[in-house]
């Protein structure tokens, strides 16, 4: 007989499927993948995506909001990291996902 899924479990497949959500997306997948390479600010992921700062930055904010990217100020700017630690962790939701065999 197949186990049921606990409501404790139940909030953490909410919260991948949020997470899986925002991978979803072309751009933001851009933008975790320029983040990867290191911290940028709007205007160097503007230039590295060839698309307008408006855009770049409405997708930051997603990402932002989802945990897989943090942003801290430096002077008038703000330099924008992948949250590595969530990042992993919805990997390894993948991983937990996938058949054993």
């Not at 497949?13 to 990867?36: I, Q, Y």
């Not at 590295?48 to 904010?61: E, I, Y």
Request: proline share 4%.
């Amino acid at each position: 007989m197949a186990k049921k899924i606990s409501v404790a479990a139940k909030a953490e497949l909410s919260e991948w499927a949020r997470g899986f959500a925002l991978l979803s997306d072309p751009t933001r997948l851009g933008v975790l993948k320029l983040l990867g390479a290191g911290p940028r600010n709007v205007t160097a992921l503007c230039d590295g995506l060839g698309l307008k700062q408006p855009t770049v930055s409405h997708h930051l904010g997603l990402l932002r909001m989802g945990r897989l990217v943090v942003g801290t100020r430096q002077g008038k700017s703000v330099v924008y990291n992948s949250d590595k630690k969530n990042l992993k962790e919805l990997v390894s939701a993948i991983g937990t996902i996938l058949p054993s065999k």
